[in-house]
Nanobody
Framework: QVQLVESGGGLVQAGGSLRLSCVASGRTFSVYAMGWFRQVPGKEREFVAAIKWSGGSTYYADTVKGRFTISGVNAKSTVYLQMNSLKVEDTAVYSC?????????????????WGQGTQVTVSS
């Protein structure tokens, strides 16, 4: 099992920045990639970004490309999501997830472990 704990959410004005963190523990040797997803009430979970556990390769949703940056350090078992130029429509519960599959996926169903989520609210 892999345990994931997010932190860093909060309230920010449009145009501002936040950095989310996700600390992984447990059987992290089985993790291939980490991802961030977000969800608003009444909508499906939406892919945001993913990074290979060993670092380097990243993948972003078009809606956040150029504004968000995912990074992570294997040795620290922590993945970050730096969110800049935030928009009201970025408001959601953000969750980190881990997959054992050996490919990047934007589908939530391909991720095996999930954190509890952290609320991000962007005000106008």
């Amino acid at each position: 099992q892999v345990q994931l704990v997010e932190s860093g959410g909060g309230l920010v004005q449009a145009g501002g920045s936040l950095r989310l963190s996700c600390v992984a523990s447990g059987r992290t040797f089985s993790v291939y990639a980490m991802g961030w997803f977000r969800q608003v009430p009444g909508k499906e979970r939406e892919f945001v970004a993913a990074i290979k556990w060993s670092g380097g390769s990243t993948y972003y949703a078009d809606t956040v490309k150029g504004r968000f940056t995912i990074s992570g350090v294997n040795a620290k078992s922590t993945v970050y999501l730096q969110m800049n130029s935030l928009k009201v429509e970025d408001t959601a519960v953000y969750s980190c997830a881990a997959t054992r599959r050996s490919y990047f996926s934007t589908s939530a169903s391909d991720y095996d472990y999930w954190g509890q989520g952290t609320q991000v609210t962007v005000s106008s």
